[in-house]
């Protein structure tokens, strides 16, 4: 029986494997996109009748928490922020039992299907700085990392509209684009806010107040306000990344005509245009690589098909059928995120070789570096309660049954065309830091982190979260690690948390705090509004006591780093151009590559090193059929 082959099989069809095996079938060759999910937006039908419809959670940018909870989506993972369960228990979402299985840890969703995480993230587009790319370039030596070159990616991929109509014609016309923004991409940025602030007089006021409050706090606030009046409060000006500027910014979002947009759109649009080029198989688990153990080569991958097989799935779950083959002539590319990229390699003898033999998985790498390196950002929230609901989500429900619902569907405007947040600031923890690491944003909304049902909280329209994300945390300590060799298991996940972390990760409580404390100044100035802070509470106020909250409470939801791309003798398990170390035809294009965290929000700069993953490749084929064209004996460049 003939072997099913294609040029390149991609792993996992998120903002890494989505956006590559689209670029690689426009240029004409033959890729095969395997996920263990489904494609979130088909026919209401095809879900239990308990459950909320699937189409509805995914498109609806207010939906977002919901698309995180939709059975059809969600995989859920249960990670461990200490080794230490004294200190673990001290989590108010740790669970040791959830919906009968034993989980020990908290809550850390995950999505499948065709966009992956895309398909339930709130949509933000923040593009990282340029330390951040150029971090990569000192590290590998390979400076086609460097900021200067990797903004280019960004332009091609964004089609921004909040900015078009006047920059857009500009730069159309003479060539003028002063923000670096991109016109014509596959992934179109939106502006949702200011419509909603305008008609709540009430959450005009609020926004107002709230906004000058913030630009009074930040470090230097006249900058602050030059930046903004610049930028017009937007975080993606290029000339911002150039200034490493602290500011308000009002943060876009990845929507079309107020509905979600990621790499599902672009796959499938890519799939109807070259159907010849694209295949997209769904529900597909990957279950190990084939490597020849001889020349360490990947052939192609193992995958088993059935609905929710993985036991991150929800239940109830289905039976894994039969494993099947299918071979890669030209590579296999892995991008199934910082937690399954790692256990895949594990599964396939590739990793810390004393790991692997208490599995008896035979090793046909050493590569200690495999699932180390696990880093996130901490999060935490501050929670206040306000008088009454605002206006703007007056008659709110969440449903696809309120008159909101049918505004957004009918004319693509109201409240559901948000994701919840007013406006963000990001700015330093200290005067000397090199670059903004705090990033805050205020929410409509009861947001306390993850846990089993917290989209229920969504529903309370009486609260105001100020959310404090810590950007470039100092700690690396995190790790994945195989449960068992049984490929449906979860690994296991720690990160490490502030003490058991590196010693640096001190100045990230103080950070934390300092986000804390800006929060609290910013709500002071909205007055009588608000009725009570209940997270983490004024009686939590000093020093010490906020920094046991933040310790106890923190969470994440960015988590990258597990396959970092460094040298091999400094931990690495990727080269520059996304090579495995040792491992030919073998690449990692996902979070799991970032040898330190990029930025503010993640999925941005992984989309941008899809698009450069696709130049490195492409430009290797070029390479190898000049090779393979030219007579034997002819040096490059030589007449003919």
């Not at 596959?186 to 926004?207: F, H, K, Q, Y």
């Not at 943060?251 to 245009?273: C, D, I, N, W, Y």
């Not at 239940?315 to 099947?324: D, I, N, V």
């Not at 991008?335 to 008896?360: C, K, V, W």
Request: glycine content about 10%; overall charge positive; charged content about 25%.
């Amino acid at each position: 029986m003939a072997v099913e082959r294609y040029d390149y099989v991609v792993v996992g069809a998120g903002a890494g494997g989505g956006v590559l095996a689209a670029r690689l079938a426009e240029a004409g060759r033959r890729v095969l996109v395997l996920d263990a999910g489904d494609d979130p937006v088909r026919p209401a039908g095809d879900v239990s009748p308990e459950s909320r419809a699937v189409g509805p959670d995914y498109q609806v940018p207010a939906f977002h928490p919901y698309a995180s909870e939709n059975p059809s989506l969600r995989w859920n993972f249960w990670v461990r922020h200490y080794v230490n369960d004294e200190q673990q228990r001290k989590d108010w979402r740790y669970y040791e039992n959830c919906d009968g299985e034993a989980v020990d840890g908290v809550l850390y969703p995950r999505a499948s299907g065709l966009g992956g995480c895309t398909g339930h993230n709130a949509m933000i587009i923040v593009r990282p700085n340029n330390a951040d790319w150029n971090h990569i370039w000192q590290t590998t030596g390979d400076a086609s990392w460097r900021a200067s070159n990797m903004q280019q990616y960004f332009r091609r991929l964004e089609r921004c509209r909040y900015r078009w109509f006047v920059l857009g014609w500009l730069d159309r016309l003479f060539g003028w684009n002063p923000t670096g923004h991109g016109w014509r991409g596959w992934l179109t940025t939106e502006r949702a806010l200011p419509l909603r602030a305008v008609l709540d007089w009430r959450l005009r006021r609020t926004m107002w107040r709230a906004l000058l409050a913030t630009a009074s706090l930040l470090p230097d606030a006249s900058e602050g306000w030059g930046w903004l009046m610049r930028s017009l409060g937007d975080p993606n000006d290029e000339r911002l990344l150039d200034a490493e500027a602290s500011t308000i910014c009002l943060t876009p979002m990845s929507s079309a005509r107020h509905a979600r947009t990621g790499p599902r759109e672009f796959l499938r649009e890519v799939q109807k245009r070259f159907p010849n080029n694209l295949t997209i198989r769904l529900n597909a688990f990957v279950t190990r690589i084939e490597i020849d153990p001889v020349s360490r080569t990947a052939s192609g991958v193992f995958y088993c098909e059935g609905k929710r097989i993985y036991r991150a799935a929800a239940q109830p779950r289905g039976a894994a059928g039969q494993e099947r083959f299918v071979g890669a002539s030209r590579e296999v590319i892995l991008a199934g995120g910082a937690f399954n990229t790692p256990q895949l390699l594990m599964l396939s003898g590739i990793g810390d070789r004393a790991h692997l033999e208490e599995y008896e998985i035979a090793a046909v790498k050493h590569l200690p570096g495999v699932g180390q390196n696990l880093q996130d950002r901490y999060e935490i929230g501050v929670v206040n309660r306000v008088k009454k609901p605002w206006k703007a989500l007056r008659g709110a429900t969440y449903t696809t049954k309120d008159r909101l619902y049918r505004q957004w569907r009918r004319w693509g405007t109201g409240a559901y065309t948000s994701n919840g947040l007013l406006f963000s600031a990001k700015f330093r923890s200290r005067t000397d830091q090199d670059r903004p690491d705090l990033f805050c944003f205020c929410l409509l909304a009861d947001f306390r982190g993850y846990y089993p049902n917290y989209s229920e909280r969504v529903q309370k329209l009486n609260y105001f979260t100020w959310a404090v994300l810590k950007a470039y945390t100092h700690n690396t300590a995190g790790t994945v690690r195989l449960r068992s060799d049984d490929p449906l298991d979860r690994p296991l996940i720690n990160f490490n948390h502030f003490p058991e972390g590196e010693l640096a990760s001190g100045a990230d409580l103080d950070a934390m705090i300092t986000g804390i404390r800006v929060g609290r100044k910013v709500t002071d100035a909205l007055g009588k509004l608000i009725v009570e802070e209940e997270v983490p509470g004024r009686h939590v106020y000093t020093d010490d006591q906020l920094r046991r909250h933040v310790e106890d409470n923190a969470w994440g939801h960015h988590a990258c780093g597990t396959c970092a791309m460094k040298p091999e003798d400094r931990g690495g398990v990727v080269d520059s151009k996304f090579r495995v170390h040792g491992i030919g035809n073998l690449r990692i294009v996902d979070a799991s590559v970032f040898p330190r965290i990029p930025g503010y929000f993640i999925v941005t700069a992984v989309y941008m090193i899809a698009e450069k993953a696709a130049d490195v490749i492409l430009s290797e084929c070029d390479e190898a059929s000049e090779m393979s064209d030219r007579p034997r004996g002819t040096a490059p460049g030589d007449a003919s």
